[in-house]
């Protein structure tokens, strides 16, 4: 079984920054890509950043230049460095990562709970 855990979120006013941070555990063989998705109230989930086991990165066009999403393979975490916040950056931030674990041995996406960023204006 694998476990994804987030923290970091928080409240903070426009023009902030905050840093969340997914940890991953549990019966990991390797991780491929780690990404963070976010759902504000009233609409899809849409992705933010993801990056590759090997560093590459792919960001939504409304945060390229404010975020920074990077990893530490040691100790499988992923974080969402975020800069110059909006109010319309609100929403609920959750992390997916594709581990191919030790028991399946097959790679499958694994889901956080998710945090809350909440920006005010």
């Known amino acids: 079984q694998v476990q994804l855990v987030e923290s970091g979120g928080g409240l903070v006013q426009a023009g902030g920054s905050l840093r969340v941070s997914c940890a991953a555990s549990?019966?990991?063989?390797?991780?491929?890509?780690m990404g963070w998705y976010r759902q504000a109230p009233g609409k899809q989930r849409e992705l933010v950043a993801y990056i590759t086991s090997g560093g590459d990165t792919n960001y939504a066009d409304s945060v390229k230049g404010r975020f920074t999403i990077s990893r530490d393979n040691a100790k499988n975490t992923v974080y969402l460095q975020m800069n110059s916040l909006k109010p319309e950056d609100t929403a609920v931030y959750v992390c997916?990562?594709?581990?191919?674990?030790?028991?399946?041995?097959?790679?499958?996406?694994?889901w956080g709970q998710g945090t809350q960023v909440t920006v005010s204006s």
């Open positions: 549990g019966s990991i063989f390797s991780i491929n890509a």
């Open positions: 997916k990562a594709e581990v191919m674990g030790t028991t399946t041995w097959v790679s499958s996406d694994y």
